[in-house]
């Protein structure tokens, strides 16, 4: 028996942070950096837009299936009356949660932005000076995009989602006979915030749901308005794709089809403003047939991730400075991306460093004479994409490019199809999914001719450089033939959909990993057993496997002291008899926590992986993931340096209490924003000197 099947038998004596639960803690975190009143008030703006898009995905996928789940249409591992009971609890939090939203919206960012001389009109009329302004704007932009649907029972009107809707009560003036009205506000024709003309220093901004809300008389005349209350709704945005399909053309077409129905999804939250009447609301339920479960209380304004468009006519100093990608002076005097890896690895940190040096080192694959193959997985790929031009470059130079695609990443589907599409038309092979697996790695693999050194790039991160600028990652550059059969290896078992393959360092989900995992922490375990030291750093975005965090409480109780850093979903409980020896912090600041970092002390010797793994049960069971060490010793102390810096943050850092509190890490000490540290010691660190004339 493994470890793997000696941990998932034993019996379970441990409790757990309901997954869904626990991201809404993690959102709730972004919230909060809204409601810090030293950031520049654009920046405030930006984390409370990253929320409100947050809480919409989490309802289109999340919320949706759990909502399939009870309808006994989708397959997973609860049963409906779990479902239910999660449901429960997702509404009652994110209820919570949204009174904090508006209140930071109206008592901290609307009042800080008329301090800048920024004044947005909210909750009233616009003033006497703007209403030719607003009535010129309303004919001339608004007016001949809108298209008001009366409501009536037994006539069905589809929502789409994530559209802003207006419901009107009105009544005719002379028979009183009452109306309800549907009004789609134009998205795509005219902006969210309308700018009006500047007074007395003042700029002015209105929303175009006032816009319409002023001219209602002029839109229904001879009817008496009597409310306008906004709505929205999500619907299940998942595709469900036939695992069982091993068909790439069938594969890209069921894809086609679906994405084109995800707007048209069952319903998996009806959001309404706080202050429509109850009648009101009742008649609308009965009418779309939305079921209380379905509500979720809102405000007068809502898509509010739309905040993140509001113009900003001040400037700069209302926005959050973000250090720009940091060239690497080495890189820049070699020239030559393959003559730099050459003499030793080379280790990239994205954003802190720019993304140029990866799209430098696939041209000069493209180029180079001798380069015979090259081999790539892609799972998010961006619009437009230099890499993706790279590839076609080296395609079209002669050389055998190969490229697995992976066609089920959420959300970007359809761009991943087009994108294969372009490349297969070039002369590039692509190979698709893998029925029931997910290919998550993001690995790739330079071969070269006779004795010339071949290279394996290696990363926590996508190969999208939209992405790059946004998501902390690491990727490592490197020659060491035995990473780089690993890696061709593995490329060789996708294509030859192997059901088993052996690698020498490299870890691979559903191969090597969970036991290795295991071995290593059985290991911490029995250093301590013997008196020594036991300690495990573990960096990833998300924990959720039980058997993995029964792992991790099983050292604790043995003695290991265990620092995690995990930025969204922790389903381990801290504060308890059996995980007293470990801490949990979690790190929102102005870019995304991406990279995924494992270190065991090992009795000094100090083992690191980087790794594109979360121990998700999804990561972990259902998915082809790669967790790689570092062997130069100079990069080595340069990782765990900058995971020493991010565990002493007592600035933007939290732990996670055993209440799924997020509690500010704050102490006496020096202040450290590990962000920022890490920029500051990226981009001034000197490595040692290279030979550029070799």
Same mark, same amino acid.
């Given at each position: ?405 992976? =066609?089920? %990443? @959420? #959300? ?9 599409? /372009?490349? *297969?038309?070039?002369? $590039? &092979? ?76 490299? =870890?691979? %989900? @559903? #191969? ?9 922490? /059985?290991? *911490?375990?029995?250093? $301590? &057993? ?165």
């Amino acid at each position: 028996m493994n470890l793997a099947e000696d941990y998932s038998m034993k019996e379970k004596k441990y409790s757990y942070f309901k997954r869904d639960v626990s991201w809404l803690s993690f959102n709730y975190r972004v919230l909060m950096e809204a409601d810090d009143e030293t950031l520049p008030v654009y920046e405030r703006i930006r984390f409370l837009s990253i929320y409100a898009s947050n809480l919409e995905e989490f309802y289109e996928v999340r919320v949706s299936e759990h909502r399939g789940n009870i309808l006994k249409k989708n397959f997973v591992d609860e049963s409906a009356e779990t479902s239910e009971e999660s449901l429960d609890n997702i509404t009652r939090e994110v209820n919570r949660q949204q009174q904090d939203f508006y209140r930071i919206f109206h008592e901290g960012i609307l009042p800080e932005l008329l301090r800048k001389k920024i004044f947005l009109y909210h909750d009233s009329r616009p003033e006497a000076f703007h209403l030719d302004d607003v009535r010129n704007y309303f004919n001339d932009e608004v007016f001949p995009f809108l298209s008001p649907v009366t409501i009536q029972k037994g006539v069905r009107t589809f929502i789409r989602d994530r559209r802003l809707y207006l419901i009107v009560k009105m009544s005719d003036k002379v028979s009183a006979e009452p109306y309800y009205v549907l009004i789609k506000i134009p998205f795509s024709k005219v902006p969210r915030f309308i700018p009006l003309p500047a007074r007395d220093g003042v700029y002015y901004y209105m929303f175009v749901d006032d816009i319409i809300r002023a001219n209602l008389p002029f839109i229904f005349p001879g009817y008496d308005v009597e409310g306008c209350f906004s709505i929205k709704i999500s619907r299940d945005a998942d595709i469900y794709i036939n695992d069982n399909n091993s068909d790439a053309k069938e594969i890209v077409n069921e894809i086609r089809t679906k994405v084109g129905k995800r707007k048209t999804g069952v319903l998996s939250r009806f959001m309404y403003d706080r202050a429509m009447p109850r009648d009101m609301l009742d008649y609308i339920c009965a009418t779309f047939d939305i079921e209380a479960d379905d509500l979720v209380v809102g405000g007068r304004y809502m898509n509010l991730q739309d905040l993140i468009k509001l113009p900003n006519p001040v400037g700069a100093e209302l926005e959050q400075t973000v250090p720009q990608p940091a060239r690497v002076e080495y890189l820049d005097r070699i020239g030559s991306m393959f003559k730099a890896v050459m003499q030793d690895d080379v280790l990239l940190h994205f954003p802190y460093q720019s993304f140029d040096y990866l799209l430098r080192f696939l041209m000069e694959a493209s180029f180079d004479k001798d380069v015979e193959e090259i081999k790539i997985t892609q799972y998010r790929v961006a619009e437009n994409s230099a890499v993706i031009n790279s590839l076609i470059s080296a395609a079209q130079n002669g050389k055998k490019v190969t490229v697995f695609v992976e =066609l089920k %990443a @959420r #959300f970007d589907e359809e761009n991943n199809v087009s994108t294969a599409e /372009e490349m *297969e038309f070039a002369g $590039v &092979k692509i190979i698709y999914s893998i029925p029931g697996l997910k290919v998550h790695a993001k690995v790739a693999v330079i071969l070269r001719k006779g004795d010339n050194k071949d290279f394996a790039y290696l990363s926590t991160g996508n190969f999208n450089e939209k992405t790059a600028r946004i998501y902390s990652d690491m990727a490592l550059l490197t020659c060491n033939s035995e990473l780089v059969e690993d890696v061709n290896n593995l490329f060789v078992g996708l294509e030859q959909k192997a059901d088993s393959l052996t690698f020498k360092h490299l =870890l691979v %989900a @559903r #191969f090597n990993m969970v036991p290795e995992i295991i071995r290593m922490i /059985e290991r *911490e375990i029995e250093h $301590v &057993k013997q008196g020594r030291k036991g300690y495990i750093i573990l960096k990833m975005n998300g924990l959720h496997d039980k058997q993995m965090i029964d792992v991790l409480y099983r050292a604790s109780e043995s003695g290991v002291v265990i620092d995690l850093i995990v930025r969204g979903i922790c389903c381990l409980v801290p504060g308890q008899p059996y995980s007293k020896n470990v801490r949990i912090t979690r790190i929102v600041d102005m870019f995304l926590e991406h990279s995924r970092v494992w270190y065991f002390y090992n009795d000094g010797k100090e083992d690191l992986y980087l790794t594109s793994s979360d121990w998700m049960r999804r990561n972990i069971s259902r998915r082809i993931e790669t967790a790689f060490p570092v062997l130069c010793p100079e990069i080595k102390s340069e990782i765990i340096r900058i995971l020493r810096l991010q565990l002493a943050d007592n600035v933007k850092a939290c732990t996670i209490d055993e209440n799924l509190n997020n509690v500010f890490k704050r102490n006496d000490n020096a202040p450290v924003r590990a962000q920022q540290a890490i920029y500051d010691f990226v981009a001034s660190r000197q490595l040692k000197v290279f030979d550029v004339d070799s």
